[in-house]
Each structure stands twice: as C-alpha cells, then as structure tokens.
C-alpha cells in the first residue's frame, strides 16, 4: 500500500492527492488506489534548515515514516521537492521504497523533450542550494537553470503556503517567462506549492511547464497500480 | 490528533481535505492540523449494503479505524454520509470519539435557518433509506425531505465517482431546484460527491446549499485545533 508522507506543505498534499485520483482510470471507489497519508504539517521548514537558519526536519519527517510503515505502507512517496535533501538519510532508515520526485521529473523528461536546450527550475531557496535537481538531471544529461531572482520564486512559494495565490502565480508567471525567454526548453515546477498558483495559467505557458507533483502521482501509479492502469498508464 | 477515515469516495476525501486546509486560519505549514489519512478505496459500496444487494462494509470500515488508531489518532471523522450508517457500531468498537456529520450539519442549520420550513435532502439511495437525516435532524426539530426522483441523484453519484463531473452536476442543480420549488428553505448536500460536481452552480443557487462536506470540517476544527483557530471559527 501506498504511503504518502505529506504535510509540506497541506495544500501541496491535497494537490497531489487529487492527481493521484484525477490521473487513476476508474468508474468507481474501489478501482482507487488505497494509501496511508500522513498530513504531518508539524514538520519544520525544510528550507529554512537547507540554509542553516532553522531546526533539523528529520526527525520529524522519520516519525512520519514510521506512522505510515506503522500503518502498513509498503511504498513511500513525499509529494514535497525540499524534502528529498533528507531522501537519502530517510531510506537509509527503511527497507520501503521510497520513490524520489526528481527521478519522476526526469522520467517525464525524457519523454517529452525535444533536443538539448537546458530546462528552467522554479523550486525553493532549499531546493536550488541543496543542488537538488542539478546534480540529479545531470546524470540523465539534463542540464538546468535557475531564475534570476529566486528570491521571488520563494516569496511566491510563501504566498501559497498563506493562501495567498493569485499574488504568487503572477510572480510565478513572470519568473517562468523568464526562464523560457532566456532559452530554456520547459520549464519544472520543482516545489508542490507552485503548481497550485499555476493553476490558471494561461494554456501556452502550461504547455511548456513540468509539474513535479503530477510526475510523482503518475510514478506512484506505476510503482502501486493494478495491471489495468498499470497497462493504462504505460500506453 | 485527527484521523480520516477516508477514500468513500476517494476525491470525497481530497475534497474534504480541502476544505480542512482552507478553513484553517495559518501563514505557515505549522499552523495547520496535523492528520492522518487512510484513503481506504477497498470499503464495500455502502448504498448497495444497506439496500441488502451488497457485502457489510463494517468489517473494512473497522480495519481503517484501526490503521488510524495505530497511527495515533485521537478524534476521527468520516467524510461519507452513508458510512454513518455504521456510526454507533463503530463508535461502540473504539473509545476514540467519531465526530457525527449529521451533527455537524444540524450545528450548522441551527444556526443559518430562518423559520420553519423543511430542509430538502440530497443523499445517496442508502442514506435516505436507512434514515440518517431524518431521525437524527428531527431530534433538533427539522424536518427534512427528498426529492421526487431520488434515483437521478444517485445516478448523479455515482457519475461523480467516474468523474463525469458536469453531467452529474446538472441532474444535482435540477434536483436542489426543484426542492426549493416545493418549499424547502435550505438543501443540504448530504452525499460527500454532491458539492464536487456543483461547485461551479450559480451563486444565487448556492446560498441556499448546506454542504455537508464544510459542515464536518468545521466540526473536525472545532473539536481538534489549537486555541488561535478555535477562537477564530467561533466568532
């Protein structure tokens, strides 16, 4: 069963639910997916502790963990970016999977791209300076880049987190336009709080924008998935 | 902590969820409420079995209660009207109190109605047949009653559940119509799939909804959150 160590933030959680049900072919409740979520929103802030300035979330991220193995979770996914600088530290505590969102990206990646131009990231403060994505994508020879003005991007992202989202998709709009002026192909949405403000944006920049958090819902789906979506999803 | 006990169906419980986080009063993660979820798809359809035409779903709805039990939860809601068929059997199973929707939404009519009128009811065939509103809401002194053609609400369900969102939402907006023509006062959606398929109906229409689905979360806020948001949903 599906565990899903959520909480960072609790809206990104309800979004990435919703993909999960959303991207699922089924006529009724019981063609879904069960899973286990643990809405853990008393985790610290991870960028916060990526920069030094705020307390070690792991382990608060491992208590989750264990309430989800507790519960009988066999495979695990994080539908928050930030999150996975613990990645590493957090599998090493468990024999479950635990699925690895820039893995997911990049699968979605590779599907779509079409030549060599460098992809855009919209991600945290945290995210850019742990290397996340950077490092990962190089090993697939995707190279990235990121915005101008980050500090905007994390601005954005606090904005979600307060509700706030026509105030962050406008930053959010103008920090991707940017990105794909300056060359690069697609551009990642690499923190679950952005696609939120994304939401309705306007269907060409859409086109040209990958959404972590629907790439992880459709890897879960392959990794958990009966053989009819299973066989759905791979066509 | 608050456990759900959810996945009847399972975009009920993302919708339901929603709610939670939006109704919240918080600037950060932190200031939301912690949960844990179990999205259990698997649980018997709960129509069919109080119609006598389908499997008991009392021994699915037990292993849930006890997955969240484990995890630590204290208080635990069900974001399924019909479920609350099995309220008092589960209630009598574990000492952790399950918060009652019709409850919840009796709190919320006492306070919004005006005069005496009845309330109309928009329910799955189980709901009405096993009589959850009608009893529980004449305790209060409401008088409750459904629509002409019931099937068409259930086959509105059961649209929402595969996601056929805008067929299922005019059957939904015709059947509320028509019992506000026969002299309700007020609807409530008393199926969790309802407000999913008329979140898009004409605001004039929705003034005189009654969603379950919010009435519940407000109650979950009210019986779990910390003294800020309490205050704040009390006013």
Chains 1, 2 share one sequence.
């Not at 643990?38 to 309430?67: F, K, M, N, V, W």
């Not at 920049?205 to 990958?210: D, I, K, N, Q």
Request: charged share 20%; hydrophobic share 45%.
């Amino acid at each position: 069963m599906l565990g899903i160590l959520g909480g960072m933030g609790p809206m990104a959680t309800v979004d990435f639910l919703r993909r999960l049900v959303e991207l699922t072919p089924a006529l009724r409740d019981q063609d879904h997916l069960p899973c286990i979520v643990a809405q853990a929103t008393g985790i610290p802030d991870r960028t916060r502790a990526i920069l030094g300035e705020g307390s070690d979330p792991l382990p608060a991220l491992e208590a989750a963990l264990r309430q989800l193995e507790g519960a009988g979770a066999t495979c695990i996914a994080m539908p928050c970016n930030t999150a996975h600088h613990w990645h590493g530290a957090l599998q090493a505590r468990t024999t479950r999977p635990i699925l690895h969102i820039v893995d997911a990206v990049a699968d979605t990646l590779m599907r779509s791209r079409a030549g060599d131009a460098p992809v855009g990231l919209l991600a945290s403060t945290g995210t850019v300076q742990a290397g996340l994505y950077v490092e990962r994508l190089a090993r697939r020879g995707i190279a990235c880049r990121v915005p101008e003005d980050q500090e905007a991007v994390m601005r954005a992202i606090r904005l979600v987190k307060a509700g706030a989202l026509a105030e962050a998709g406008i930053l959010l709009s103008a920090s991707a336009r940017s990105l794909l002026a300056s060359g690069c192909g697609q551009v990642v949405l690499a923190c679950t709080e952005i696609p939120i403000a994304l939401r309705e944006s306007d269907p060409e920049l859409r086109l040209r924008l990958v959404d972590a958090t629907e790439a992880l819902a459709e890897a879960c789906l392959r990794a958990c998935s009966r053989p009819l979506a299973a066989a759905r999803l791979a066509a």
